[in-house]
């Protein structure tokens, strides 16, 4: 289902403290961040590589190595916000045209329907909207597995940690609804490949994550800059031209060496765009509205907690709507042998009642149709008794078409032999005038002729002239019923 309105943050439970996580392939990042007064703490963080893959391990097990390692390093924070994968998102891109705000929601369901490559309701799809200058409305829309976010969560849940949240990180690192992330591409490189996001109009105008952009060499992780540069570009290209004319930034997340390898690589490579190309190595001091600890690192994971802890609405929510108490007591007794029993009963009472009553009601409007027919039956059946009695008086055959038909089919397809007339006495006596090619071909037709069964005591007359016009005629009886006497 997409999901066309932000969560509404303001009426969840305010949480003082919050363990940010972030999973990038198979590894797992992660800080406790806790708010007292208007001012943001970090207190233990870890990276560790996780040996188990939350799709296709157990979750039990998978929760089970991600509770190892919380409390390898003190963490005890249950409440955690979680920034999913880029690679598990899929995209499109879509042009809204003027409609009531009633009616986008179906016309985006629509469009999701056609453009992902599977079936979209086994996806949790989000949207962005951004807005052009000339008012016009491009929609990104975002969808993940649901049956990924179900595996992460029941392994969140085995590691005794309550997902308050599940988003994007490169999303949080460049929040799309800031004033100051409009026209900016932002470039995350993660632990194997580099996120790439395009905020403009107030909204998501792109998203990607760049496969191959990184390779392990050993114990080093090589950047390929040239496979990021062409990929923005042909990004930037595939944009509307009232958006990309608004995108001036480029700003790069992640590891400093990276990151710095990277900015001067887009610097080189897109000096003609004139885009500003930056390394986002510090947040600003009023990012979150909040006092943030000294010398932080940017992270998505830091990233997703401080947001939340500040009251920052997440324009990507991915988590899936929890089951509501009633619904559970409603499942919970529904699923009673007892009322499974009573259930059944009465629905097969019900739908045996109606199945008389319906029959009855029937025989009913049957015997009043009968009523109004019977005279006109009766009449029927007399005339149907007469025709029954006098028939053998009448023939409703077409016997002067039927004689045709048979003359018709003797003689040859190929126009050597034809007929100026045919005349049919008393619908039993035929006689044909013609002009065939040769002799032989007229001979042929006779033959034709008499093998027609219904045709018998057929004579050639009479022939005159030379090839290729012999002047012939013949004639035959018409045996209704049928054997050729000839």
Not at 86 to 110: G, N, R, Y
Not at 153 to 169: E, I, M, T
Not at 343 to 364: E, I, K, R, Y
Request: hydrophobic share 45%; glycine share 8%; proline share 5%.
């Amino acid at each position: 289902m997409i999901k066309l309105t932000k969560p509404d943050l303001l009426k969840r439970k305010r949480l003082s403290s919050l363990l940010g996580l972030a999973l990038d392939g198979g590894r797992l990042d992660g800080l406790v961040l806790r708010r007292t007064d208007g001012v943001l703490q970090s207190q233990q963080s870890f990276s560790v590589s996780l040996s188990l893959d939350p799709l296709t391990n157990d979750p039990e097990l998978v929760g089970r190595e991600i509770r190892n390692h919380l409390d390898a390093v003190g963490v005890r924070e249950r409440h955690c916000i979680v920034g999913l994968p880029l690679k598990w998102a899929l995209t499109t891109h879509i042009e809204v045209p003027e409609l009531p705000e009633a009616d986008i929601a179906s016309f985006l369901q629509i469009e999701a329907e056609r453009s992902f490559p599977c079936d979209v309701q086994t996806l949790h799809v989000v949207t962005s909207r951004s807005h052009t200058p000339s008012g016009k409305v491009h929609a990104t829309l975002v969808g993940i597995p649901k049956n990924h976010l179900v595996l992460l969560d029941q392994a969140l849940r085995a590691a005794k940690l309550k997902p308050v949240s599940f988003s994007l990180g490169i999303a949080a690192l460049q929040p799309p609804g800031a004033d100051t992330s409009n026209g900016v591409v932002a470039l995350a490189i993660g632990e194997t490949h580099v996120g790439l996001q395009v905020t403009a109009g107030d909204g998501v105008a792109a998203l990607r994550a760049l496969e191959g952009a990184l390779e392990a060499e050993g114990s080093q992780r090589v950047l390929h800059a040239d496979l990021v540069a062409r990929e923005a570009r042909i990004t930037l290209g595939q944009l509307p031209a009232e958006l990309r004319e608004t995108v001036r930034r480029i700003r790069v997340f992640g590891p400093r060496d990276l990151a710095q390898q990277l900015v001067d690589e887009m610097e080189l490579r897109l000096d003609a765009t004139g885009l500003k190309v930056e390394a986002a190595a510090r947040y600003a001091a009023n990012e979150f509205g909040v006092q943030l600890p000294p010398d932080v690192a940017v992270s998505p994971a830091f990233s997703l907690a401080a947001g939340r802890l500040a009251g920052r609405r997440s324009l990507f929510e991915f988590l899936l709507p929890k089951v509501t108490p009633l619904q559970q007591l409603a499942a919970r007794y529904s699923s009673g042998r007892l009322r499974t029993a009573i259930s059944a009963a009465a629905a097969v009472a019900l739908l045996a009642g109606g199945l008389f009553f319906f029959q009855q009601c029937q025989l009913w409007g049957l015997e009043s149709q009968w009523a109004k027919l019977q005279p006109t039956v009766h009449e029927l059946e007399g005339v149907q008794t007469q025709i029954r009695q006098y028939r053998l008086w009448f023939d409703d055959s077409v016997r002067g078409l039927t004689i045709l038909r048979g003359l018709t089919e003797a003689f040859p397809e190929d126009g050597s032999v034809t007929a100026k007339t045919v005349e049919i006495r008393d619908l039993n006596t035929v006689t044909c005038t013609g002009i065939a090619r040769d002799r032989q071909a007229l001979l042929k037709t006779i033959e034709n002729v008499r093998k027609v069964r219904q045709f018998r005591e057929v004579a050639l007359g009479p022939t005159r002239g030379q090839p290729p016009a012999v002047q012939f005629t013949f004639s035959f009886q018409w045996n209704q019923g049928g054997q050729n006497a000839n």
